[in-house]
């Protein structure tokens, strides 16, 4: 039970970030006709399905989009099992499935907001930025939501085309100024343009605002303020990083690099180094090449 | 014959009379039909009775020669007398008259005066009174002669015969005639003891029409010879005998009152005088005339105290009398005399309440109408001046208790004299006094009924405003604004309507009707009321002060759509104005309700109504800032076009384009220098419009657009007085831009320019303009090939590297320490090149493979070297940066050369990437509703 209404309110909540509900039409009565759901058991067994799909599509989308597919050969004309469905493909990187699937939620009378953000976002995850663009746009013709704005800024972005990305992240930025993927996405922008200072501001105004990829803004912030020069600083960055996931091995590449090569510290070098290995980091192998250097150019510096 | 004695002695008592009056001078008639028969009936009175005169006469004749009878000559002589009294009486008509013509011209010669002429009966008396002595009659025939005589002129004569009558005849009818006659004779001739004796024979009876007469003068013999008090006790004895009740004095009477005054004038004081009288009885009904012209005389004397306390005693003794009014009022002018203002007004105001018609003094005197005429008049002037008085003196030294005192004598006045003419006049002025004493409830009141006493026109409108103003003053006064104050003001204005639209205050009248309504926030009231201005003034006007009222109400649509009804009926520069103004106020209300679109749309509607204006402008700085706040730039830069399409001297684009290229500077550089050249454009200021111009140059240099920037820092340097520092470092840019967009030959120009100036300006100029210079030294060195011959052109890049590293070694001196890093980077891509040079250039010709490999390992291990120079050099770049702080492109270009050279050293990558956007997720749905 008590999962259930945790599940519940996290469907509440988000139901906010997907915009606002249209009212079901007057065929979702007469569907009941047509595909006969005539029995209260029925009704309620295809109910349970539903909220079990919804519950377990996070870490289980396959399962929940088997679900939703189960219900769907029963009841196959309402838009939120298709666009449930969808985006159960959409988390499997099913791409044409899950275009499919919104397309036909848009048919059964989707909200178009949801339906275009929902293929927009597929365009999104497949790459194609030209198509997202496109298809957001006619999400934002209805409706100027946040989850909109702040995705077709991202696909203007990555298509280079900055000023548009800016316009649509200063409208979305008016409506929520602490909106922490703004303020990131603001800053990658500005890292691109080897402004690293103003990228600094927003990867700072981010993380102003406690949320679960702190670690990752920190990475960002910590590669701006290598940058700009500021070594130790940015090896401070790294040192912030790791309080917070003290078991990635990254930081201690990152800073073992930079002792090695900008601050000339062999010592730290080889010990931030040896912690990335032990630590288990993916390029382990080639860092113990590294390791090896740095252990002979520090006593090199010693024998002068 | 007693009968006829009798009559005698009564038209000879009538004479007597009147010779002691003056004669009087009757008026003369108009000469018309009446006069004619006046005259006629003269003329027959007239021959009437000259015919009883020459019947006298003719039987008087016959004296000589017959004993006539003494009772017929008595008879006879009685209607002579008269007849002679009559005819000259006519002949000083006729005398008169003609005196009158002569003096108006209408007669040459100046008539002569008629004497009575009793020659004839003188000479016909004297024998008869010589002879008939003793016998009956013979008295009155002596007193005729004397009469005659004394009539005639003849006074001693007359005088001894009347001496003679006392002693010879001590009980005849004539002793008191006789005596007074001789009284008359003594004072005329001055002996006044033997005039007082006379006369006091005559007072000794009492009952005689001569007693008075003779007191009277009795009382002159003791003024004349200085015995005031005993003058004045004859006089007054006069009065006692003469005063009549009925009020209606005759001659004597009065006579004797001026005459008692005239010896009590000469008492040592008025307190004497007073005594005096009092001893008298303070009842007696003539002391009042006395007191009265007892105080002017002391007046005329400048007596002031004594008069004042001979008219103090006259109230006193007599506080019911009817001349107190007039007593007063000398009093009062006494005062003023005196130079007692005060007690002047004083007395002046007690007078008008003690003597009003309300008072029982009044009630008990008014009956004397005539007189009262005077006292009304009197009072009712009094009344006015004293209450003007007042009121001007409470007005201007601030004193309530004056201006209570003028309220109070006006309503006197009114109570008193309400069919006056001038009540209205006062009524209008109680109600002034009744304003300025703050009394303005009672003062609005008394304003209409003045106002009612008018007739219709401006001066009754005038009164009826005053009556406003007082009901304006009252519902300003009360604490919320009392809404029933405001029904009585309207009421006021509809009743007089016609009367303020005559004297020009009805639209003032309504505006203030409305004004109050809008203070209590009746604004429907208001309106109502500013329609009735129809009826004086234009409707468009009066649309207009509804508009102004829906203002005040806050209710700018409602005064948006009557301005703009008024705009389309009538559009004019006032019109367009306000309507634009409304819409600007609405605007800004959607902008503090955060409704962005419709502030959008008004403030773009206020322009529209009235492009070109004040507010017009103001509407699209709002609407440009509106849009910057949206960080909606296209739209400003849109705004900016037009703001200078209509006010192209206005520079309040200025601040709004530079304030825009601000905020997107961080993100959209280029656009942001985009507005800053616009801006540049938009000034007249050449300071303002070069640094703009700078801040856009730099703008597009920093993001590669050199073809943007070399026309705006060649701007820039058209400035005059630029300091040295910044000159400089601009034609260094200009240089640097010049290079990069391939005009090599004006940046080499520019550059030199800026070396020019070496020793003045920074190392860092200096050394970057070297720099850049040396880029087309870089650029022969890397384009020299080793070809054939080997020797020669090896010599020819050898010498190029040395000098190039010299020159690069130069720039170092300059110790320029974010140069470091670039400089050491193209000094060791030189020494890369050269290298790379030596290893693929050109072999010689005819080689086996194995004299090939050879000579390729030769030249390799010859090359190896320079290899080595540039892994150092690109390691001093990495090192100047690492220790220098500077993290710029030159020292990340240092580190992927190290790295493509000592990979083993200096490759090291992490495998991540760099920052990456995010998108947001987008979340599952629940069902809307039961399946």
Not at chain 1, 72 to 83: C, F, G, N, S
Not at chain 2, 330 to 347: F, G, P, Q, R, V
Not at chain 2, 617 to 641: H, R, T
Not at chain 2, 713 to 742: C, H, M, W
């Amino acid at each position: 039970m008590k999962v259930r209404v945790k599940a519940y309110i996290i469907l509440i909540l988000c139901a906010g970030c997907a915009g606002p509900e249209v009212k079901p039409s007057i065929e979702g009565t007469s569907s009941q006709e047509k595909v006969g759901i005539s029995d209260a058991a029925t009704k309620e067994r295809m109910t349970k399905l539903f909220d079990e799909g919804l519950r377990i599509m996070d870490d289980n989308p396959k399962g929940a989009l088997a679900l939703f597919n189960e219900i769907l050969m029963v009841v196959p004309d309402r838009w939120e099992i298709y666009y449930n469905s969808g985006l159960s493909y959409l988390r499997l990187n099913e791409y044409e499935k899950a275009e499919e699937r919104f397309k036909k939620a848009l048919k059964n009378n989707a909200p178009p907001v949801k339906a275009y953000n929902a293929i927009g976002s597929v365009y999104l995850a497949s790459g194609n930025m030209i198509k997202a663009v496109e298809t957001i746009k006619k999400s934002l013709d209805i409706e100027e939501s946040q989850t909109a704005m702040i995705n077709i800024a991202g696909a203007y972005q990555a298509l280079g085309q900055n000023d548009m990305a800016v316009k649509y992240y200063r409208k979305a930025g008016l409506a929520d100024p602490s909106n922490r993927v703004i303020h990131n996405n603001l800053g990658v922008l500005l890292y691109n343009m080897g402004n690293y200072k103003g990228a600094l501001e927003e990867f700072n105004k981010a993380l102003d605002k406690k949320g679960d990829d702190d670690a990752r803004l920190l990475m960002y912030e910590a590669q701006s303020v290598l940058k700009t020069g500021d070594y130790e600083g940015a090896v401070n960055t790294f040192k912030r990083m790791l309080a917070v996931v003290p078991d990635n091995p990254s930081p201690f590449l990152n800073m073992g690099i930079i002792y090695e090569i900008y601050l000339m510290d062999m010592e730290k070098a080889v010990e931030n180094f040896e912690a990335y290995i032990k630590k288990g980091g993916p390029k382990a192998k080639e860092v113990e090449a590294w390791l090896e250097i740095a252990r002979n150019k520090g006593k090199s510096k010693e024998g002068g | 014959m007693l009968m006829n004695i009798k009559f005698i002695l009564f038209i000879a008592c009538i004479m007597m009379f009147y010779a002691c009056q003056t004669a009087q001078i009757k008026g003369i008639g108009t000469v018309d039909e009446l006069s004619k028969a006046r005259e006629q009936e003269n003329k027959r009175i007239r021959e009437s009775e000259e015919y009883k005169i020459r019947e006298w006469e003719e039987y008087m004749g016959l004296l000589r020669d017959q004993d006539l009878s003494h009772n017929t000559i008595l008879r006879l002589t009685e209607e002579y007398l008269q007849a002679k009294d009559i005819v000259y009486k006519k002949d000083m008509e006729e005398y008169d008259r003609r005196t009158a013509l002569y003096q108006k011209g209408q007669l040459k010669e100046l008539p002569k005066e008629p004497v009575q002429d009793y020659s004839t009966l003188i000479s016909r008396f004297k024998p008869i009174a010589k002879n008939y002595r003793y016998g009956k009659g013979a008295d009155a025939i002596l007193y005729i002669t004397a009469f005659a005589l004394y009539e005639h002129g003849k006074r001693d004569e007359a005088a001894k015969i009347f001496e003679e009558m006392l002693k010879t005849y001590p009980y005849s009818d004539y002793f008191l005639e006789v005596s007074f006659r001789l009284g008359e004779f003594y004072f005329e001739t001055g002996q006044m003891g033997e005039a007082l004796e006379a006369y006091k024979k005559a007072i000794n009876f009492r009952d005689s029409l001569l007693y008075e007469k003779a007191l009277y003068k009795i009382g002159w013999i003791y003024y004349k010879i200085d015995d005031f008090e005993k003058s004045a006790q004859s006089f007054v004895s006069v009065l006692d005998s003469k005063w009549s009740q009925d009020g209606k004095q005759d001659g004597l009477t009065e006579e004797a009152v001026t005459s008692t005054v005239m010896a009590l004038s000469h008492f040592k004081g008025a307190k004497q005088s007073i005594d005096f009288l009092t001893s008298q009885g303070t009842k007696k009904m003539y002391l009042p005339a006395v007191m009265v012209q007892l105080g002017d005389k002391l007046t005329e004397e400048t007596r002031f105290d004594d008069t004042l306390l001979v008219y103090k005693t006259l109230e006193e003794w007599f506080p019911e009398n009817s001349e107190l009014p007039v007593i007063y009022d000398k009093i009062a002018n006494l005062y003023d005399k005196m130079s007692k203002e005060n007690d002047a007004i004083a007395t002046d105001w007690l007078a008008i309440h003690k003597f009003n018609p309300g008072t029982a003094w009044y009630k008990k005197n008014y009956y004397k109408s005539n007189y009262f005429k005077a006292v009304d008049a009197l009072l009712s002037k009094k009344m006015i001046s004293i209450s003007k008085k007042y009121h001007v003196r409470g007005k201007k030294e601030a004193k309530p208790e004056y201006l209570e005192k003028a309220i109070d004598g006006y309503w006197v006045f009114l109570s008193s004299y309400p069919a006056m003419p001038e009540a209205k006049n006062i009524n209008l002025l109680l109600a002034e006094a009744l304003f300025d004493a703050g009394k303005y409830a009672e003062a609005a009141e008394e304003y209409k009924k003045a106002a009612n006493l008018y007739p219709a026109g401006a001066e009754r409108g005038d009164i009826a405003f005053s009556a406003l103003l007082t009901y304006e003053v009252i519902f300003y006064q009360s604490e919320k604004g009392d809404k029933e104050i405001i029904k009585p003001a309207e009421l006021l204005v509809a009743g007089y309507e016609s009367d303020l639209i005559k004297n020009g205050k009805f639209e003032n009248s309504i505006n203030k009707i409305a004004d109050m309504y809008t203070q209590i926030g009746d604004y429907d009231k208001a309106r109502s009321s500013i329609k009735l201005l129809a009826k004086v003034k234009d409707p468009t006007l009066v649309s207009l002060k509804t508009a102004e009222l829906y203002l005040k109400e806050n209710n700018l649509a409602a005064a948006e759509d009557l301005y703009a009804r008024l705009n389309e009926k009538q559009s004019t520069p006032a019109t367009k104005d306000a309507l634009a103004n409304i819409r600007y106020s609405i605007a800004e209300e959607h902008v503090k309700e955060e409704r962005f679109k419709d502030a959008v749309t008004k403030f773009n509607q206020v322009f529209s109504t009235f492009p070109g204006s004040k507010v017009g402008e103001a509407a699209l700085v709002k609407l440009g800032y509106l849009y910057l706040q949206k960080k909606e730039i296209d739209s400003v830069e849109d705004i900016a076009i037009r703001f200078v399409k209509a006010y192209p001297e206005s520079g309040k684009t200025l601040p709004l384009m530079v304030e825009a290229g601000r905020g997107i500077e961080r993100e959209e550089p280029v656009r942001a220098a985009g507005l800053y050249e616009k801006a540049s454009t938009l000034t007249r200021d050449h300071v303002t419009s070069t640094k703009l111009a700078l801040a856009a140059a730099l703008l597009y240099e920093a993001n590669k657009d050199y073809q943007k920037a070399e026309p705006l820092y060649k701007k820039y340097l058209e400035r005059e007085s630029i300091p040295l520092n910044d000159e400089a470092d601009v034609r260094l840019r200009l240089g640097t831009v010049q290079f990069r967009t391939g005009k090599k030959k004006e940046g080499l120009e520019s550059l030199n320019m800026v070396l020019a100036l070496e020793g003045k300006v920074n190392e860092t100029i200096i050394g970057k303009a070297r720099l850049l210079m040396l880029e087309v030294k870089e650029s022969v060195y890397l384009g020299t090939k080793l070809t054939q011959s080997f020797e020669e052109t090896f010599q020819k890049k050898t010498s190029l590297l040395d000098g190039l590293l010299k020159d690069y070694s130069q720039v170092i001196k300059y110790k320029v320490l974010e140069l470091q890093p670039e400089v050491y980077f193209k000094m060791g891509t030189a020494l890369e090149n050269f290298k790379e040079t030596m290893i693929q250039s050109e072999r010689p010709s005819g080689m086996s493979k194995e004299e090939l490999e050879e000579y390729s390992f030769l030249l390799e291990e010859r090359a190896y070297p320079y290899e080595e120079q540039s892994v150092k050099a690109f390691e001093k770049g990495l090192l100047a940066g690492v220790r220098n702080r500077i993290n710029n492109d030159w020292v990340d270009k240092c580190f992927k050369k190290l790295a493509s050279i000592r990979p083993a050293v200096y490759k090291r990558d992490t495998g991540e990437k760099g920052p990456e956007p995010l998108f947001l997720r987008i979340e599952p749905v629940r069902l809307e509703k039961g399946l």
